[in-house]
């Protein structure tokens, strides 16, 4: 009771003087809503209703008064929340007032309880950040697969051999085509032979988006050797001779990479639905997966009316073809005309470029203009990280207990100059994560 008297006598030695003198207390007391009164030992407590109660102790009946900033009250709240078991702010309430009342105790409290580490690590929100807008790489025209994503599915299983087979998907992410091969494993050498494929069929690409070792690594066995292709030199040295710049997203960031993943998405849905339980050989599998590009490339990418005079939806394979695949060519030539005469190519050509131009400008004012509101509602920005706060990394094959600790050493801003990933710095490694897997520690003020 020492620490007791002597922090009431710090914070109300006024109303502890008028008490003892037998006066009434001043109206801007703070306790005078309680109507304190002094026991034998000049403690100032509550008077409450309670006081014929026979079985309630003293305690309950008359909790002590305390004031809501002293460093006394602090080490009591903290006393109760670990005997409540590192509850929340309610229970350790309940907890506190079997003895004591503090003033403003729930705010008090909360304001105590916020510095508690532990609660945090358990409690804490991860990052958030504001959706972040498109490259500039995504939203100018370019030729089809000029800029694209690659990623690999699988794997399947074929009946003639019972063998493995993976699919590398390629899709264009400004037309939003789709290219896939069926390729047998995953080395060095398969892969380039399949990326030789697909520059042959579609054109030398300028920038290739993927994902990275850690990312794959969240992945079954199998997929973890993709980084070892994509990092091996012999795919460096190709892609550098070629002049093709390959750039990765964050790790653990799959959504960074969301213009592929959905694809991967779709591709993977056509095929449960097609295939089933069914097992087909390799020549099968290939003619459905070629099916499939087909079907992917010839989606509406612009909104399909109702109305019989508006025109086609626009679909990727109009960048490609000029129409959908599974459409009969708009170009009517009569059959005695002369295909090969100067006057019908350069009318042919003046065609196509003017259907071409068409496609553009439907694919800038219908598609890209709709990608202004394409999104979920506003996030809100979490509070902001600062290099050498503590976080603890999210890992989704741990429970939260065991998620790591870490120590932020730098900030990584996107295009926009927001905080969109950090490089951390755990006990045996230096690592990259976005915003949205790390759980700040620290206290805001």
Not at 232 to 246: E, L
Not at 389 to 397: A, L, Q, R, S, Y
Request: hydrophobic letters at 40%; one cysteine or more; a positive charge.
């Amino acid at each position: 009771m020492f620490w007791v008297r002597i922090t009431q006598n710090d914070s109300y030695s006024n109303e502890i003087t008028c008490l003892k003198n037998n006066k009434s207390l001043p109206r801007d007391s703070k306790p005078l809503c309680l109507n304190p009164f002094l026991d034998s030992n000049g403690i100032l407590r509550v008077t409450g209703r309670l006081g014929k109660s026979t079985h309630l102790s003293t305690f309950e009946k008359h909790p002590i008064i305390l004031p809501s900033k002293t460093k006394l009250t602090e080490l009591l709240i903290w006393d109760s929340h670990k005997r409540v078991f590192h509850s929340g702010a309610s229970h350790t309430l309940v907890q506190v007032r079997e003895k004591y009342w503090i003033l403003k105790s729930r705010q008090t409290i909360k304001s105590v309880l916020s510095k508690c580490t532990i609660c945090k690590r358990f409690n804490s929100s991860p990052g958030t950040q504001v959706i972040a807008p498109l490259p500039d790489i995504r939203v100018e025209q370019s030729a089809p697969f000029t800029i694209i994503g690659v990623d690999f599915a699988g794997p399947l299983f074929v009946k003639d051999t019972n063998a493995k087979q993976y699919i590398l998907l390629i899709t264009c992410a400004v037309t939003r085509s789709v290219h896939l091969e069926l390729v047998g494993d995953m080395t060095t050498d398969t892969f380039l032979l399949a990326f030789r494929r697909f520059i042959s069929r579609r054109g030398l690409c300028s920038v290739v988006i993927s994902d990275n070792a850690r990312t794959f690594k969240r992945a079954e066995l199998e997929i973890k050797r993709i980084w070892n292709i994509l990092n091996h030199p012999d795919v460096k040295k190709f892609y550098s001779f070629n002049g093709i710049k390959w750039q990765y997203i964050v790790e653990r960031a799959a959504w960074w990479g969301g213009f592929y993943e959905r694809m991967v998405r779709t591709v993977k849905t056509a095929l449960r639905k097609t295939l089933g339980k069914s097992c087909l050989t390799v020549e099968q599998l290939l003619t459905i997966l070629i099916e499939i590009e087909g079907m992917i490339n010839s989606r509406p990418i612009t909104y399909v009316g109702s109305d019989t005079e508006e025109p086609t939806a626009l679909t990727p394979a109009h960048f490609l073809l000029g129409k959908r695949i599974t459409s009969l060519s708009s170009v009517r030539l009569r059959l005695d005309s002369n295909l090969s005469s100067r006057k019908c190519l350069i009318k042919s050509f003046n065609y196509r470029e003017r259907l071409m131009r068409s496609f553009w400008t439907r694919w800038k004012n219908e598609y890209l203009m709709n990608l202004r509101s394409a999104h979920s509602s506003l996030v809100k920005n979490s509070s902001p990280f600062k290099v050498n706060d503590v976080i603890v990394i999210k890992d989704d094959h741990l429970p939260r207990n065991f998620w790591k600790l870490g120590r932020i050493i730098e900030l990584l801003p996107g295009r926009d100059g927001k905080v969109r990933a950090c490089k951390v710095k755990t006990e045996s490694t230096i690592i990259k994560r976005p915003v949205q897997l790390l759980y700040n520690l620290e206290i805001q003020d």
